[in-house]
């Protein structure tokens, strides 16, 4: 391994644990920003008059049917009035929760280094796999803490994010082969798709209502109800 290799491997490791560390920032506050941009907003729709209550929920039992539409078969003659209580939660805009890990099946590699990533997953595997561990001998606490560190590992595989399957190898002290200018390009690429999913959750108007001064949290109250219902506030 070159010096440059070494010092860009080591550079880059840096960064992507800042913005990894960037993105369970955003993750963690998302879902306090949703609870309490939604109790503002109810506040608000609380506060309407009658008729503007009534606008807003003709919007939203509208919405509801056509989204029956697009879910339900025709010959199905669901048409659903659903009884509204305030505003409904544009999902599109304001959603960012991750997907679950999936089962516990091993996953198949689909890039380039899917020979690095099988053998990092395998080297894994043998100390964090159920049946590894529950062989060991280990108690229930260890057992369910190394499973938790497997599905990790394995929604990583199936990702094929080489550098999260590196740094728990590392944290689960496996050896591990010289870093080279695969390696490097790889942190990069988790680097680049990691921006982009903290850039996702810095967009959405719940994320700036919460994080804004009180003109940011006015407008972007003003622009949810707008882009949602149609609807100028005015507060």
Not at 9 to 15: D, I
Not at 39 to 45: G, N, S, T
Not at 88 to 114: F, V, W
């Amino acid at each position: 391994m070159s010096k440059q290799v070494r010092l860009k491997f080591k550079k880059s490791l840096k960064k992507a644990e800042f913005v990894h560390a960037d993105l369970e920032y955003h993750e963690e506050l998302i879902s306090d920003a949703k609870r309490e941009f939604f109790a503002k907003v109810e506040e608000i729709f609380g506060g309407l008059d009658d008729e503007d209550k009534k606008k807003i929920n003709d919007i939203k039992r509208k919405k509801l049917r056509e989204q029956a539409c697009r879910e339900v078969p025709e010959s199905s003659g669901d048409d659903p009035e659903e009884e509204i209580g305030g505003p409904p939660e544009n999902e599109e805009m304001l959603s960012a929760d991750a997907e679950s890990a999936g089962d516990t099946e091993e996953p198949a590699p689909t890039s380039i280094k899917s020979s690095d990533l099988r053998k990092l997953f395998h080297d894994i595997a043998d100390v964090c796999h159920p049946d590894k561990t529950e062989a060991r001998g280990l108690g229930a606490h260890e057992v369910k803490k190394l499973e938790k560190v497997f599905k990790e590992a394995q929604s990583a595989y199936k990702d094929d994010n080489w550098y999260l399957l590196y740094v728990i190898a590392l944290d689960l002290g496996i050896d591990i082969d010289d870093p080279t200018g695969d390696h490097v390009e790889w942190v990069e690429e988790d680097i680049k798709h990691t921006l982009e999913k903290i850039s996702q959750i810095g967009t959405l108007v719940v994320w700036v209502w919460y994080n804004g001064n009180e003109l940011t949290k006015l407008m972007a109250m003003q622009n949810y109800f707008q882009q949602s219902f149609g609807y100028d506030l005015r507060i």
